[in-house]
């Protein structure tokens, strides 16, 4: 079993920034080289979103197209975390924010593709 733990999440008004943590642990967890990472995100009454993925090495990333140029994402595998850096926050980024990973090497952009999903932290943008 693979344990996330995302943490970073916090109160902040708009434009300004932070950094999400997402720190991986578990007995089955060999490396965190092995999974692929992603961020995903949940406002009340919407369905879980699709905020940005980064593939095993952190080659490739990817992005919505709501976040991209103000979000990047990065992983850090020799201390088995992903970070999301968040900068120019609008009050619409305001929800949960969840870190997922699944084995494998295809980055996906689906909730369905990964295995592996943390509690969730907060982010709220006041305007």
């Known amino acids: 079993q693979v344990q996330l733990v995302e943490s970073g999440g916090g109160p902040v008004q708009a434009g300004g920034s932070l950094r999400l943590s997402c720190a991986a642990s578990g007995r089955t967890l060999s490396t965190l080289s092995s999974y692929v990472m992603g961020w995903f995100r949940q406002a009340p009454g919407k369905e879980r979103e699709f905020v940005a993925a980064?593939?095993?090495?952190?080659?490739?990333?990817y992005y919505s197209d709501s976040v991209k140029g103000r979000f990047t994402i990065s992983r850090d595998n020799a201390k088995n975390t992903v970070y999301l850096q968040m900068n120019s926050l609008k009050p619409e980024d305001t929800a949960v924010y969840y870190c997922?990973?699944?084995?494998?090497?295809?980055?996906?952009?689906?909730?369905?593709?990964?295995?592996?999903w943390g509690q969730g932290t907060q982010v709220t943008v006041s305007s």
């Open positions: 980064v593939s095993r090495f952190g080659v490739t990333t």
């Open positions: 997922a990973g699944v084995v494998g090497g295809y980055v996906s952009r689906r909730t369905s593709e990964y295995a592996y």
